[in-house]
């Protein structure tokens, strides 16, 4: 039997990554102490690797299919079929961003005034280049953690780190004066498995369904009946993806209305469809939108 070889990626995407599946249809389990996930497809097999090094395995084939950050793409200059961007994190659903980093109190005010000067990042094959091309000279070392530590106790100049709020940024009394790059996670491909007509067609399958459900995330669906003579107050209450659905119900008189909502704004609308002759109003989960 063919199989397609699926690479996790281990770390802060592995939870949301397993859940993301989860959603659109594969059950992914293993346990704490191993790297071979089992999941409910005997079509595939996976393989627990670090984002930074998932691009490297699936350009020289040894994954078919992984998913890692553009960044490390990036970084690892790796030939691959990007295949779906799938814009999800452990914390939000925002592209994160690569800063340049220093102190409140630094003198440092602009990516120029890096000049002659250290920094220090995970980032560094890109970070080197990025202040190459803007002909600054710079002395990039690789960080291997705790990289606002570093800058903190004046070890370095600067940092370039990934963020996504800036909370953390801020909360070690450092500020941003420099945006380098934004990225955000992505189904990838190898070349020559994109090339198989199998591969292809079950990497379609996963991409087709992992869309989903990040289409559905933060969303709910509201099904409800009203009268005829309040279905235009009701409507315009009703943001929807295109317009809600509306069929017709055994009586002539009735109708029912179907619709996709932001689960942010349920507990003020609910009322607001109540008093425009809303019944029967219905509020279910939703795993994929597609």
Same mark, same amino acid.
């Given at each position: 039997?063919?199989?397609?070889?699926?690479? &996790?990626?281990?770390?802060?995407?592995?939870?949301?990554?397993?859940?993301?599946?989860?959603?659109?249809?594969?059950?992914?389990?293993?346990?704490?102490?191993?790297?071979?996930?089992?999941?409910?497809?005997?079509?595939?097999?996976?393989?627990?690797?670090?984002?930074? #090094?998932?691009?490297?395995?699936?350009?020289?084939?040894?994954?078919?299919?992984? *998913?890692?950050?553009?960044?490390?793409? &990036? %970084?690892?200059?790796?030939?691959?079929?990007?295949?779906?961007?799938?814009?999800?994190?452990?914390?939000?659903?925002?592209?994160?961003?690569?800063?340049?980093?220093?102190? %409140?109190?630094?003198?440092?005010?602009? &990516?120029?005034?890096?000049?002659?000067?250290? *920094?220090? +990042? %995970?980032?560094?094959?890109?970070?080197? @280049?990025?202040?190459?091309? @803007?002909?600054?000279?710079?002395?990039? #070392?690789?960080?291997?953690?705790?990289?606002?530590?570093?800058?903190?106790?004046?070890?370095?100049?600067?940092?370039?780190?990934?963020?996504? =709020?800036?909370? =953390?940024?801020?909360?070690?009394?450092?500020?941003?004066?420099?945006?380098? *790059?934004?990225?955000?996670?992505?189904?990838?491909?190898?070349?020559?498995?994109?090339?198989?007509?199998?591969?292809?067609?079950?990497?379609?399958?996963?991409? $087709?369904?992992?869309?989903?459900?990040?289409?559905?995330?933060?969303?709910?669906?509201?099904?409800?009946?009203?009268?005829?003579?309040?279905?235009?107050? *009701?409507?315009? $209450?009703?943001?929807?993806?295109?317009?809600? +659905? &509306?069929?017709?119900?055994?009586?002539?008189?009735?109708?029912?209305?179907?619709?996709?909502?932001?689960?942010?704004?349920?507990?003020?609308?609910?009322?607001?469809?109540?008093?425009?002759?809303?019944?029967?109003?219905?509020?279910?989960?939703?795993?994929?939108?597609?």
């Amino acid at each position: 039997m063919k199989k397609l070889k699926l690479g &996790i990626p281990k770390g802060s995407l592995e939870a949301n990554t397993v859940d993301l599946f989860k959603r659109a249809g594969w059950r992914i389990t293993y346990d704490s102490r191993s790297y071979f996930p089992d999941i409910d497809d005997d079509e595939i097999s996976c393989l627990l690797v670090r984002a930074q #090094e998932m691009s490297r395995y699936v350009a020289d084939g040894t994954l078919d299919l992984g *998913l890692t950050g553009q960044d490390w793409i &990036i %970084e690892n200059e790796s030939d691959v079929v990007s295949v779906q961007d799938l814009i999800y994190s452990k914390t939000s659903t925002r592209q994160a961003r690569w800063v340049l980093v220093v102190r %409140e109190d630094s003198p440092i005010r602009s &990516i120029e005034d890096m000049e002659g000067k250290r *920094l220090s +990042t %995970e980032l560094v094959n890109f970070t080197k @280049r990025y202040f190459a091309e @803007r002909k600054i000279r710079v002395q990039v #070392e690789f960080s291997w953690g705790a990289t606002e530590a570093k800058v903190v106790e004046g070890l370095v100049d600067a940092i370039v780190e990934v963020t996504e =709020t800036g909370n =953390t940024i801020r909360a070690n009394k450092l500020k941003i004066i420099h945006e380098l *790059l934004r990225t955000n996670t992505q189904l990838i491909a190898n070349r020559e498995a994109w090339g198989d007509p199998w591969k292809r067609q079950k990497i379609e399958q996963i991409r $087709l369904l992992l869309n989903g459900s990040l289409q559905a995330m933060g969303k709910v669906g509201l099904k409800m009946n009203v009268s005829r003579e309040n279905l235009g107050g *009701l409507v315009i $209450l009703l943001p929807a993806l295109k317009a809600p +659905t &509306i069929s017709n119900l055994h009586s002539k008189d009735w109708l029912a209305v179907e619709t996709i909502v932001s689960g942010n704004i349920v507990r003020d609308l609910i009322p607001l469809l109540k008093e425009a002759g809303a019944e029967g109003i219905i509020e279910y989960p939703l795993n994929k939108v597609i």
